[in-house]
């Protein structure tokens, strides 16, 4: 096996004078190696666990240990082209260690780190011995401690990150579960909150490719031929074995020497919750319809062909339908009216094909807003009625940035109306954010102002009665893009709003995935009048876990898995 990690904190043999081979010093376990040992030179045995290309052929060797738990066990070989060493070979080298600074490691092609042993040469002891391996039953303390060894870990690791697998053939895992994004469990700039990143840090273990990675492609141990696929954040490994690599940007660095032995989690069926109504929030991840003809491809956003459209079209149908909702709140639409040819429209259609559907969708005249995408709401005649005209809140950070809000209340049979509203606020991303907007390090990201200040509105804005329909029985929906720890959030409850998933009394409940972290973006929040007739709540789970090679742009599994970035939520009540 040839293995091409990007880092290894290891010691480096190369070239060296010949002269050290007729008086070579005591052999000492790698572990005891120290620079003060180069005057006279060292010795070392251990067996070859594998070839390595590290700016010319290499290889490394490991051997039984020196008990110093704080010690790695191997050194990667260079400087002695010997084509015929394979691993399984018992080998005693002689060379010299000195430091080998960073600055050389470039032209040498591959960025090891630490210090280095030039060697004079090698002779082979023994061959096909048993390969050395160290087992993990749990997260090191200190990975460079096994920098360069081979280890098979025996604690079961879960999936939490694909989106490098096609571009670099990385795939993240992670001791103890899943990993949880800080600001969803704990407060902004707390000592919970650094807790959680250490934790994160600690768990965290990235799997490398095992040679040179080819664009566009899975890495070699996902397996081969038609069957090998990304696998879905939540599936779990165990008996990973693999060559320990360095800690690179804070993860540590593992190259599986063995396909991996996966086992997925269960699919999600679609969600079940008590109640006689059913209200629904997703988030669509970009729906533009071309010019509502079949043509006008590519858009601004989403789909690039008509063909990839029919498919993005054919997955939400595929989620919306499943939850059987009787209103749903929807992001990301294409803001282009609501004539025939809009998308909204053209997204109703179609989940009225076939069986004589009876959706509708609420009409705000225009927009709502000038953002290209909005907020809207849809529902079922047969089950509700619009009360009234729909209501916006436009204005202040509204204007340029979140998403203008949409509020309509309904009313079912002839009870008492109550009032949805679709919201989405401003995203973390950083592009112009300044002043009391820009990142300020405490885990909320850029945009935080903004989003609270959107926060802080919408909840005065309800209080007005904005729809006329006297209802005080409320429900914000919507992708609010903070976590639920963070300051938007954290006013609104403060403000006395619910947040239905606790209320429920969800376990550890998430609809989005961003470098393996695992949070909430989409809420559902209630007012003190709605909140008791709360019976159900629930997130289904087909598209946060799910690898963007999964979706209508690429893969196009059929059914609903990967429809968007973001999972839908249903809240069950009885009104």
């Not at 590519?298 to 054919?314: D, I, M, W, Y």
Request: proline residues 8%; contains cysteine.
């Amino acid at each position: 096996m040839r293995l091409l990690p990007p880092m290894l904190s290891l010691l480096l043999v190369t070239a060296a004078p010949a002269a050290l081979a007729l008086t070579p010093p005591q052999t000492l376990p790698i572990g005891q190696l120290r620079p003060a040992d180069s005057a006279q030179g060292v010795v070392f045995e251990g067996v070859v666990t594998s070839r390595v290309q590290a700016g010319g052929d290499a290889y490394l060797v490991q051997d039984a240990g020196d008990g110093d738990p704080l010690t790695a066990d191997a050194l990667l070989v260079q400087g002695d082209a010997d084509a015929t060493l394979v691993p399984g070979d018992r080998v005693r080298v002689w060379g010299e260690l000195a430091p080998r600074r960073a600055a050389s490691l470039a032209s040498a092609g591959t960025p090891f780190a630490g210090r280095s042993v030039r060697a004079a040469g090698h002779t082979v002891l023994a061959r096909a011995q048993p390969l050395p391996l160290q087992v993990l039953d749990a997260a090191p303390a200190d990975w460079s401690a096994l920098a360069g060894m081979r280890v098979r870990i025996d604690a079961p690791l879960t999936v939490v990150d694909t989106d490098a697998l096609a571009k670099a053939g990385e795939l993240g895992v992670a001791f103890g579960g899943r990993l949880w994004q800080p600001s969803e469990i704990a407060a902004p700039g707390s000592a919970e909150l650094a807790a959680a990143n250490a934790d994160n840090a600690r768990r965290l273990l990235l799997l490398g490719e095992a040679g040179a990675h080819a664009p566009d492609s899975l890495p070699a141990y996902l397996g081969s031929g038609e069957a090998a696929a990304a696998p879905r954040a939540g599936t779990t490994l165990q008996g990973v074995e693999g060559i320990v690599g360095g800690v690179v940007e804070g993860a540590a660095r593992l190259y599986p020497t063995a396909p991996l032995q996966l086992t997925p989690p269960p699919a999600p069926a679609p969600p079940q919750v008590a109640g006689t109504l059913r209200v629904a929030a997703f988030n669509l991840e970009n729906f533009f319809n071309g010019d509502g003809r079949g043509g006008g491809f590519p858009t601004l956003r989403g789909a690039r062909t008509a063909a990839e459209f029919q498919a993005q079209l054919a997955k939400l149908v595929a989620t919306i339908r499943p939850l059987q909702a009787d209103v749903a709140a929807l992001m990301e639409l294409e803001n282009d009216g609501y004539g025939p040819t809009s998308a909204i429209a053209t997204l109703v259609t179609a989940l009225n094909a076939g069986d004589g559907g009876d959706w509708r969708f609420v009409d705000a005249g225009r927009g709502p807003g000038d953002n290209p995408i909005r907020v809207g709401l849809i529902y079922r005649a047969s089950r509700v009625s619009p009360v009234g005209k729909p209501a916006v809140l436009e204005g202040g950070p509204f204007a340029a940035h979140s998403r203008v809000p949409l509020a309509q209340a309904f009313r079912r049979g002839n009870g008492q109306p109550f009032v949805v509203v679709a919201n989405h606020f401003k995203s973390k991303g950083c592009g112009d954010a300044a002043a009391a907007d820009a990142d300020r390090g405490d885990g909320q990201g850029c945009w935080n102002a903004t989003r609270t200040e959107s926060a802080r509105r919408l909840d005065a804005w309800l209080r007005t009665d904005p729809t006329g329909s006297g209802s005080t029985a409320s429900v914000l929906l919507g992708d609010f893009n903070a976590y639920a720890m963070e300051d938007p959030l954290r006013l609104l409850r403060d403000a006395g709003w619910r947040d239905a998933l606790a209320q429920a009394h969800v376990e550890q409940p998430y609809s989005f995935i961003y470098k393996g972290l695992s949070g909430r973006l989409d809420h559902a929040l209630l007012s003190p009048a709605l909140a008791p007739l709360l019976r159900g709540a629930a997130e289904w789970h087909i598209n946060a876990d799910s690898p963007d090679a999964d979706g209508y742009r690429e893969r196009n599994l059929p059914g609903p898995w990967r429809s968007s970035d973001h999972d839908p939520l249903l809240l069950g009540f009885e009104l």
